[in-house]
């Protein structure tokens, strides 16, 4: 008995040392499938154990695999949480119930920015955002590239940024996909660029306002911010 409770404490230890949320499509740097993939994609920037560390930019891991993508294409973000099965992740799957769901650790949502960066994580150009409800892996999150950015295509330095500041903790996530963007002559980069917090040297104890919901499936993304999204409206 007492060694079954010490197996099971162990378990959920070691289960929580890794539930947490990532990019999944597109498919960033130390991402599921990647060669790199070390289940660590989903922790917080900071994040330590005995074999890694969760280190800004892009976690720390070297360029993946290469999205292309296109000035005024709409990206369909999805997201991984640890305990999806393999169909869940091969296709986009539905919240049909409370009761039978794959476990998220949501941590009550926060807000999701969505970032280029044509220097390889030295700067951010924001380019769509959602709040609160994100991010959840019940649900497609569309982002835009904006149609008149310049196109990018040095190696190793073209990156499309996903990052979380949580809710209920102030944890703060960043996954970088490479990519290879095909844009417009002298075109240019939105100005503002994303939230970098709660890590060493970055203003700590950040908290985003979320949803609440720390398991199980949220709302999915505000209907007002998709329009905004896709108008972009956060680019400018
Ligand atoms: C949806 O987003 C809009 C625009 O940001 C905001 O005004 C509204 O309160 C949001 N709705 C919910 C339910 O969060
Ligand atoms: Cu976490």
Known sequence: MKFTAAVLVLATLLA????????????????????QYNGRVHTWIGYHDSKWTQKFPCGGYAPGPITKMKAGQTINVRFLASSMKAKDIKKQPKPTSKSHQFSQARH???????????????????????????PDAYYQWPVKIPKNV????????CLFVWS???????QYYHNCADIRLTGVKKGKLPKKSIAIVDFKGRKTNVRAPGDGVKHNSGKGPNKTEVKNNLNGVYAK
């Not at 310049?150 to 330095?157: E, F, G, I, L, M």
């Not at 979380?164 to 102030?170: E, G, Q, S, Y």
């Open 16 to 35: 929580s040392a890794t539930a947490h949320m990532a990019l999944l499509y597109p498919t960033p740097r130390g991402g599921y499938g990647t060669k």
């Open 108 to 134: 009550g949502g926060g807000t999701c920015e969505f970032s280029l960066s044509y220097d390889g994580g030295k700067t951010y150009h924001l380019i769509g955002r959602y709040t609160k409800s994100c």
């Open 150 to 157: 310049p196109s990018c295509n040095t190696k190793n330095k």
């Open 164 to 170: 979380w500041t949580a809710d209920i903790l102030p």
